[in-house]
T-cell receptor, first 112, second 115 residues
């Protein structure tokens, strides 16, 4: 059974700073996903990481995957207030349409 | 069209009511999902439909009954719910390929309150 752990679960940071959210998973995962969720809203897909060493970047967010360490990271560069949200990582152990196992989420607050 | 549409957005029901949640996508996806999300918790998988057949039921109580009338529609029928079933119910879809840049597309959710 795939287990996904994120840390930190809560993060308060100032604008302009850099920070990293970590996602560890327990068994082989075919893919690793990052989602963003604003309060009361649905999940927005940020990144899908398919293979070891995969790195994807969009704007101030960059995600990477190390399958040997079973670790994915979401790095935030020069944070801005608009990035305040809850970020979830999720793994897919079944291949195909088996649904995702989500981490508990990282509640990120970026203060001006 | 890259949207997953859920209706209604909000629903309040009593414990004796029968209601249905609806989900629709026109992206040609062959896998559709129901997730339940309690406040400040991660989404939890409830059901997976693959090619209109139920492939995963994550030990969900029988008061939740899914239905997939066709490849574009997914329903969740609700009957005799309990207050602890109050949550955000999310529908999602994916192409259901075991390879490639597959990802799940989520609907905006139905916020359900059971009184």
């Amino acid at each position: 059974e795939l287990k996904v752990e994120q840390n930190p679960l809560f993060l308060s940071m100032q604008e302009g700073k850099n920070y990293t959210i970590y996602c560890n998973y327990s068994t082989t995962s075919d893919r690793l996903y990052w989602y963003r969720q604003d309060p009361g809203k649905s999940l927005e897909s940020l990144f899908v990481l398919l293979s070891n060493g995969a790195v994807k970047q969009e704007g101030r967010l960059m995600a990477s995957l190390d399958t040997k360490a079973r670790l994915s990271t979401l790095h935030i560069t020069a944070a801005v207030h608009d990035l305040s949200a809850t970020y979830f990582c999720a793994g897919d152990s079944g291949g195909g349409a088996d649904g995702l196992t989500f981490g508990k989420g990282t509640h990120l607050i970026i203060q001006p | 069209d890259t949207e997953v549409t859920q209706t209604p957005k909000h629903l309040v029901m009593g414990m004796t009511n029968k209601k249905s949640l609806k989900c629709e996508q026109h992206m040609g996806h062959r896998a559709m999902y129901w997730y339940k999300q309690k406040a400040k918790k991660p989404p939890e998988l409830m059901f997976v439909y693959s090619y209109e057949k139920l492939s995963i039921n994550e030990s969900v109580p029988s008061r939740f009954s899914p239905e997939c009338p066709n490849s574009s529609l997914l329903n969740l029928h609700l009957h005799a719910l309990q207050p602890e079933d109050s949550a955000l119910y999310l529908c999602a879809s994916s192409q259901e390929a075991a390879w490639g840049n597959e990802k799940l597309f989520f609907g905006s959710g139905t916020q359900l309150s059971v009184l």
